[in-house]
């Protein structure tokens, strides 16, 4: 059974920082690019970042960039997301997924690209 389980999230003020970890089972986590993407209430999924397991590109929406680090661990078959820096408007649900093949991703911010995933966990950031 293919399992994406994300956790590390919570609230925390502004300046804070978090790191979101992604735990994948079920498939050969070497095949698939791993993104991050997040949903705010009242707005469309986006993607935050992604990272390939081909080659080890990461990449990253413009809003987090110098902020955000994504980073893997294949002998875990984790994915960490650190967060630093956090602004209120990060606040959404965050959710991991696998896609691509050979772990190389066509469009990666695409919602399709990706075949499985997680379940979510919450991130609030106050003021």
């Known amino acids: 059974e293919v399992q994406l389980v994300e956790s590390g999230g919570g609230l925390v003020q502004a300046g804070g920082s978090l790191r979101l970890s992604c735990a994948a089972s079920?498939?050969?986590?070497?095949?698939?690019?791993i993104g991050w993407f997040r949903q705010a209430p009242g707005k469309e999924r986006e993607g935050v970042s992604c990272?390939?397991?081909?080659?080890?590109?990461?990449y990253y929406l413009d809003s987090v960039k110098g902020r955000f680090t994504i980073s893997s661990d294949n002998a875990k078959n984790t994915v960490y997301l650190q967060m630093n820096s956090l602004k209120p408007e990060d606040t959404a649900v965050y959710y991991c997924?696998?896609?691509?093949?050979?772990?190389?991703?066509?469009?990666?911010?695409?919602?399709?690209?990706?075949?499985?995933w997680g379940q979510g966990t919450q991130v609030t950031v106050s003021s």
């Open positions: 997924a696998a896609g691509g093949t050979g772990g190389v991703i066509g469009i990666w911010t695409r919602l399709y690209e990706y075949d499985y």
């Open positions: 990272i390939s397991s081909s080659d080890g590109s990461t």
């Open positions: 079920g498939f050969t986590f070497d095949d698939y690019a």
